[in-house]
């Protein structure tokens, strides 16, 4: 029990960092002021000065959030692989569909494409990394969105409704 405690302290001071480091980046983003000069389709536009900093850390949270939900899930997923009793198999579940979601991901990153395009106003996007991601995403989404079809699908008919 005393090590369970410990697990949601660490949890809840985590999570507190987090929330204090993202309320002194939206600060700065909003209070700190503008300055940044560009120019865009021939009007001056100015930015606040801190918009590099508050996409960073968005990503940044991101990435964490993606990396935590992943990881705590494949590990249940893999403490979950000897299933005993009814009630362990339902609740091991949720690390399977991490498992899959990880894998979907995966194959999408390796399908990805990095050929350089154009968009809807004529500029070309060439940045490699930007044309994987959002194929990346695209993929994953297509795949997860068809998954989530074809189980809702199933769940409604009741071919796999639970026997008493």
Avoid at 21 to 32: H, P
Avoid at 37 to 55: A, F, G, N, Q, V
Wanted: positive net charge; aromatic residues 12%; hydrophobic residues 50%.
């Amino acid at each position: 029990m005393k090590s369970e405690n410990k697990q949601i302290s660490a949890s809840k001071w985590t999570l507190a960092t987090l929330l204090i480091i993202s309320a002194v980046v939206l600060v700065m983003f909003y209070c700190v002021g503008f300055g940044d000069t560009i120019y865009s389709h021939d009007k001056k536009l100015t930015s606040p000065r801190y918009t590099d900093l508050l996409i960073i850390w968005e990503y940044a949270l991101v990435a964490i959030c993606i990396g935590s939900v992943l990881c705590f899930g494949i590990a249940a997923g893999i403490r979950n692989l000897k299933v005993k009793t009814k009630t362990q198999s339902r609740t091991g579940f949720a690390g399977w569909v991490f498992i899959f979601t990880f894998i979907v991901i995966a194959v999408s990153y390796f399908l990805s494409s990095s050929t350089p395009i154009r968009k809807g106003d004529g500029t070309l996007v060439e940045t490699a990394w930007e044309l994987q991601i959002s194929d990346v995403c695209l993929l994953s989404i297509y795949v997860l969105v068809a998954v989530s079809i074809i189980c809702s699908i199933i769940s409604m008919l009741g071919i796999f409704k639970a026997r008493k």
